[in-house]
């Protein structure tokens, strides 16, 4: 009797210890976990170009379909989301940002790179990357990728 009821104070302590959480205060201000830290433009966007891919070979990035979101923020947010497929498994996806020309068109070229010495299965890799805009300054903007119209906004 007495091994059971050790047993039953036992599992209550273990269950309280588990069902204990500490709630975040509802005023407080939400922080990016990376905000202040320093941040690269690699994790700001993973897909920019960068100086290493002079010494891969460009390739292309085959695209599915293409989606403008608007968030709902101060100042507006422009995210473009990509989904399709690389050629291989070892092509690394590039999103490279132009800023508005004369007419407010945003050029955005997606393409892939690869090392060619590299041996890899010949098999499509499929991805899905969103890709932050960023905010723009009072007008009517249109974004074209790789050349074909995908949306506009109004800012």
Do not use: K, W
Request: glycine share 6%; aromatic share 8%.
């Amino acid at each position: 009797m007495f091994r059971l009821l050790l047993l039953s104070v036992g599992m209550m302590f273990m269950l309280s210890a588990c069902a204990t959480s500490v709630e975040a205060d509802p005023n407080s201000p939400v922080v990016s976990p990376t905000e202040g830290a320093g941040e690269t433009p690699a994790q700001v966007n993973p897909y920019q170009p960068l100086e290493s891919d002079a010494a891969l070979q460009r390739g292309e990035a085959f695209l599915d379909s293409t989606d403008v979101l608007i968030l709902e923020s101060y100042p507006v947010q422009i995210n473009l989301v990509l989904t399709g497929n690389l050629p291989t498994p070892c092509h690394q996806l590039r999103i490279a940002v132009n800023q508005p020309d004369e007419a407010n068109r945003i050029l955005v070229e997606v393409y892939s790179v690869v090392d060619p010495e590299q041996v890899c299965i010949q098999m499509l890799q499929p991805f899905e990357a969103t890709y932050s805009l960023g905010s723009f300054p009072s007008g009517s903007y249109t974004i074209l990728v790789n050349g074909e119209e995908v949306g506009q906004f109004d800012s």
